[in-house]
């Protein structure tokens, strides 16, 4: 079968997986001296911490940044609007919040964690640039999110080396972590002042077109926040029930399938996303060709990651981690699968999205946060770090195939029935 998806599709998706490669490299070399720089303790509270922020995730991105690359993928003329209006409203939801939480820890004198929540506050805020990487995936240009980010690793890199020799605290690689962004963030704004495609002229807010797009993001942003809570209450369920020290073990777990393998299949699937919302405007048959290949390849990374934990997993963790991260060894090999369900889960999204019922989001998600709630209050207690581990895989299992199942099943009875009449 031949490929459907052009050369510059590839040329774009080759950029965008090369840096995840280059990136799971080197976070392999650096991320579990880490883990055993800060032991098992730090990492949780960082942990801890990066899981309630990610709670109000949602409302600091507002479920915008799919929303702006399909809408510059259908209206390129109207880009530049796009991406100062989707910063705009960004921004102001960033200092609403982070005042809110700001006031919250103050008034409630939960100074604890204050440092951290101040720090990663603050990699939000740097984090708004990246309606520019929209930019450059909707025109297909990813070379220069690829220079952004292998420039910022390169940088972070040396900067973490540094602290592991130093024996330096959490705080510091906190900074680190947000002074990442704040590179990209600066390289992404030269590259767009310098971008032929982009025009400074037609640069402007409109409040009506940020209007459009909050309501079109709208069950995004809901179906974002679900996912950022059914995801943290793990965390929740681990710190409620044990202590730091189980959120910094499950944490070994969660990066080396999320942090290092998750986001090469992200990164595809993002990076083809353009070509397949271009398709399905213009050629259906194109549009149902590239998604059946692309679906192919990602049920094979999948497979392809769920088998390498499961072979190596135990070699992994015996080999960069301490002993303290021993623990990890068996809910490793079973949240390894949980990319073969999520990168399914991506595509039915991407699809959705192509076909404006982000409605289905929301339920999805909405069941996948119950049923994450009551497993972790059950398999918790009593199977510890393998029931968190148990929890997610069948949450995911429920929200990305068992409802895009069943969704897609009443979808054909009911044009069945429609047909006969």
Not at 38 to 46: A, C, F, P, R, S
Not at 174 to 191: P, T
């Amino acid at each position: 079968m031949p490929i459907a998806f052009s050369r510059k599709d590839l040329n774009s998706t080759a950029w965008f997986s090369l840096e995840k490669l280059i990136q799971l490299f080197a976070g392999v070399f650096i991320i579990p001296k880490i883990f055993n720089t800060l032991g098992t303790v730090d990492i949780g509270k960082l942990h801890f911490v990066e899981a309630l922020l990610g709670m109000f995730a949602p409302v600091f991105f507002l479920g915008l940044t799919a929303i702006s690359i399909r809408e510059m993928v259908l209206k390129p003329k109207q880009s530049e609007k796009i991406v100062a209006t989707t910063f705009f409203i960004r921004l102001i939801s960033w200092l609403l919040l982070s005042t809110g939480i700001l006031g919250y820890l103050l008034f409630t004198k939960n100074t604890a964690l204050f440092n951290l929540y101040i720090i990663l506050l603050l990699s939000y805020l740097f984090r708004l640039t990246d309606v520019f990487e929209s930019f450059f995936l909707a025109k297909k240009q990813a070379k220069f999110i690829f220079i952004s980010k292998i420039t910022s690793l390169i940088i972070i890199i040396l900067l973490q080396y540094y602290g592991v020799k130093h024996n330096l605290d959490v705080l510091y690689f906190a900074k680190v972590l947000a002074l990442d962004f704040l590179i990209q963030g600066i390289i992404y704004g030269i590259a767009l002042l310098t971008n032929k495609s982009f025009s400074l002229k037609k640069l402007s807010i409109s409040l009506l077109l940020g209007k459009e797009l909050l309501i079109m993001a709208i069950p995004l942003m809901i179906s974002s926040g679900l996912v950022m809570l059914y995801i943290g209450i793990d965390e929740m369920f681990l710190k409620y029930f044990y202590n730091d020290h189980a959120n910094g073990v499950f944490g070994s777990v969660q990066y080396l399938v999320i942090g290092l393998s998750w986001t090469l299949g992200f990164a595809i699937i993002n990076a083809l996303y353009p070509s397949l919302a271009e398709s399905y405007k213009d050629d259906n048959q194109g549009y149902i060709s590239k998604f059946r290949q692309l679906t192919s390849a990602m049920i094979l990374l999948g497979i392809g990651i769920g088998l390498f934990y499961t072979v190596f997993g135990n070699y992994i963790l015996n080999t960069y981690f301490l002993e303290q991260y021993t623990e990890a060894k068996s809910p490793l090999k079973i949240f390894c699968w949980s990319p073969l369900l999520v990168f399914i889960g991506m595509l039915y999204e991407k699809h959705l999205l192509t076909i404006n019922q982000l409605e289905h989001e929301v339920y999805r998600f909405a069941l996948g946060c119950v049923t994450n709630l009551v497993l972790c209050y059950y398999l918790i207690p009593i199977y510890y770090l393998n029931g968190a581990a148990a929890a997610v895989l069948l949450s995911h299992l429920v929200t990305n195939i068992i409802y895009p199942l069943v969704q897609l099943s009443i979808k054909n009875r009911r044009l069945f029935i429609l047909n006969l009449k």
